[in-house]
T-cell receptor, first 112, second 113 residues
Framework: EDQVTQSPEALRLQEGESSSLNCSYTVSGLRGLFWYRQDPGKGPEFLFTLYSAGEEKEKERLKATLTKKESFLHITAPKPEDSATYLCAVQVILLNDYKLSFGAGTTVTVRA | DTEVTQTPKHLVMGMTNKKSLKCEQHMGHRAMYWYKQKAKKPPELMFVYSYEKLSINESVPSRFSPECPNSSLLNLHLHALQPEDSALYLC????????????FGPGTRLLVL
């Protein structure tokens, strides 16, 4: 059965204190891993798509990496505006189409 | 432009009401999705439309009725909902082939009284 597990559930950081979020997955044939950021009461905002092991992508203070079993989202020198829930999802086959299987998310709080 | 729009932003309805949620995208995407999200939980897939045809229904109760009038629009018709249906309803769209990055709308916050 396809599974996506994110850790930790919550992360409290001081401004400037770098850290990493983990997303481990068990899927039969990865067809893309996605990272989203979600603010309370709003829709998920797309951050990155990773396709194959060894791939890395960066955007401002965020960097996503992918191995055969997990992905990391590194937050470098975070600012309070980086506070959000970060969702990881993998694309899995369902019937003749695809769906996203989400992890439970990591809620990041950055204190000034 | 990766914008998906949803209306209304907020909706309060009684259990006997009929209402509709609307979603629109102009990215030329051929797949559109409805999700339900409860507080502190990830989005939960409800329906997938691919090339304007319903391709996935995740065993959603019949009080939720999706409709895809054309490739840019997606509706969700609501009737006889229960208080436990209160949630954030999200629409998303993606390209039609291969690895599909889904872009989400801002959501409709629904409260059923």
């Amino acid at each position: 059965e396809d599974q996506v597990t994110q850790s930790p559930e919550a992360l409290r950081l001081q401004e400037g204190e770098s850290s990493s979020l983990n997303c481990s997955y068990t899927v039969s044939g990865l067809r893309g891993l996605f990272w989203y950021r979600q603010d309370p009461g709003k829709g998920p905002e797309f951050l990155f798509t990773l396709y194959s092991a060894g791939e890395e992508k960066e955007k401002e203070r965020l960097k996503a990496t992918l191995t055969k079993k997990e992905s990391f989202l590194h937050i470098t020198a975070p600012k309070p505006e980086d506070s959000a829930t970060y969702l990881c999802a993998v694309q899995v086959i369902l019937l003749n189409d695809y769906k996203l299987s989400f992890g439970a998310g990591t809620t990041v709080t950055v204190r000034a | 432009d990766t914008e998906v729009t949803q209306t209304p932003k907020h909706l309060v309805m009684g259990m006997t009401n009929k209402k509709s949620l609307k979603c629109e995208q102009h990215m030329g995407h051929r797949a559109m999705y409805w999700y339900k999200q409860k507080a502190k939980k990830p989005p939960e897939l409800m329906f997938v439309y691919s090339y304007e045809k319903l391709s996935i229904n995740e065993s959603v109760p019949s009080r939720f009725s999706p409709e895809c009038p054309n490739s840019s629009l997606l509706n969700l018709h609501l009737h006889a909902l229960q208080p436990e249906d209160s949630a954030l309803y999200l629409c998303a769209s993606s390209g039609g082939q291969g690895i599909k990055t889904q872009y989400f709308g801002p959501g409709t916050r629904l409260l059923v009284l």
